[in-house]
């Protein structure tokens, strides 16, 4: 191996170990862990905005911390605005309110000297909690509380809803990445750093021997956070990386026990239980799943059994590099002129307004294989009240770009 395939070589395992979150196995889906080739360069598949560099060997927190070291900002934890009030920890009042149609809107305001790049980054990594969650960011018109989502001088946020405009700070050089805006905007929801839940100390080892005294109150526990009765994440995307605030080159600060060589601090954006947390806070009655990895199944409910009358489930497919490819093995739905009982539909991206690449389709005809322009592809399975059948049952991996076929075929 020469020393540039040796360097991509070593740069995908680091990006492997840091990247690959463990997977919940939820909703009757699977993903697997392992990539099962070796990558090349060319198919490393990031997305970072125009504007940002991506360093290999850094997680989400590593890339906020880089940025707000130079911040005049007073942060707690790295990254959160501190309340005024003491008692801010279960943050009951400071949840955005539900309308009566069970949507979260959460009005917003840009920073106006955003460039149209940036502006795409934000609501890209907003459409996500729309396709997963209820919360719906809209345009502010004249709404007394909302989020001034502006490039001020690092990626800072305050912990929930505090009242009249509130500052989510996402700076142009450093914080466009759909990770970092997804980590602001969940602190803006009411959540706090993962690894600050009561029942930490079972989960991760801190070791304080390489935090230096006055880094120490960012490892604060609270006794009393709501944890939803969810479990504890270590592939969150609201959890600090192995290294985060250490004085020692090379020793971590976080360590999982009792395996440490779980991955923590992940890079591609809300996990499958961040998305379960704002769904359970916020009382959304939501069936989305991410399955993330290179590879996995998903399957309609109960397959290979009838699916129920008047669903509504999304899943969305991540995988680390190259293009997500769907491969229907099954397929069995109520058959309605232009499909409009039960179907699935297909998306180009990660919400319902990115480009679909398969229409509502239904019947018993097993489709064609779909392959995204990306590493993200949307699901969606809709039923209707009347008549079900056995669903469907899919897999999906990465695949390379497809090559340019030979001009002499
Ligand atoms: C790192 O932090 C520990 C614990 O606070 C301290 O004893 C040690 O001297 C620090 N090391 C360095 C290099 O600052
Ligand atoms: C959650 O929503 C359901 C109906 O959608 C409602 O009956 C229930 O009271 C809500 N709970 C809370 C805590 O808002
Ligand atoms: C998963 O399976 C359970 C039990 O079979 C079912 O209640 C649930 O609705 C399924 N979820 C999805 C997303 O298919
Ligand atoms: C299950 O779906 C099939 C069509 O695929 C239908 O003929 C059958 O009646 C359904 N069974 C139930 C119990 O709904
Ligand atoms: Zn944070």
Known sequence: MDLKRFLVFAAFLLHAALGFPIQENYENSTATTEPTEVTTQEDIYESPLPTETDEEDEDIFDKILKVNKDSSQFLQEGDIVPRRSRSAINCRHCNWPQSSDGIVRIPYVLDPTYEESHVKGIHDAMAEFEALTCINFVKRKAERDYLSIRSADGCWSNYGRVGGGQTVSVMKG?????GVIQHELEHALGFLHEHSRSDRDKHVKIMWEYISPADRPDFKKFENSNNLGLPYDYSSVMHYGPYTFTNTTGKATIVPIPDGSVPIGQRQGMSNLDVAKINKLYNCSRCSTILDGPSGSLTSANHPKNYSDNTNCVWLLRTRSRKVSLHFQ???????????????????????????????????????DIVASSNLMLVEFITDGAHTASGFQATFTAVRRQRRSSIHN
């Open 174 to 178: 450093g914080c466009m990445w759909k």
């Open 330 to 368: 099954a397929f069995q739905l109520q058959k309605t002129r232009g499909c409009q009982g039960d179907y699935v539909k297909v998306y180009d991206g990660s919400s319902k307004s990115s480009p679909v690449l398969m229409d509502k389709t239904c019947g018993s005809k097993i489709p064609n």
